[in-house]
């Protein structure tokens, strides 16, 4: 299994992270799929991740992490300073989540809903699953 990002589709924030890492990306480690689509669903049940996951999920090789985990091991693949991020994994998790948690909570209110999901570019379709 590949580098695999799991975000929430509904999310505003969620959907300009997946662009703000795509743009990072240019080897295209990453591939992308909504928590909601059927491809998430799967890779929820097949990596044994709680199904009450409701924002970003990691999935690198066998090995999977939420919240901030997820978010600083991201970062150590994107390019620019963004890499640097995984520095603050020594960071004790309760504390990065709780910071992480904050930000989840108040998506929606911050930052709105979707109503529809934005449709990738033709380049951009061969980095989400199906």
């Not at 928590?35 to 199904?51: D, F, M, N, T, Y």
């Not at 309760?94 to 809903?113: E, M, S």
């Amino acid at each position: 299994m590949s580098k695999i990002i799991l975000f929430d589709g509904d999310c505003n924030f969620c959907d300009q992270s997946v662009q703000f890492i795509m743009k990072r990306d240019p080897k295209q480690k990453f591939k992308f799929a909504s928590l909601q689509s059927e491809a998430g669903i799967r890779l929820v049940k097949e990596c044994k991740i709680p199904e009450d996951v409701d924002s970003l999920v990691y999935i690198d090789d066998s090995n999977w992490y939420i919240q901030s985990s997820a978010a600083l091991r991201i970062s150590k693949h994107l390019k620019g300073i963004w890499k640097l991020g995984v520095v603050l994994l020594i960071v004790p998790k309760p504390w990065r989540d709780a910071v992480y948690q904050v930000v989840a909570r108040n998506r929606y209110t911050w930052f709105g809903k979707k109503e529809s999901c934005r449709l990738p570019t033709k380049e951009e379709r061969s980095r989400f699953l199906e």
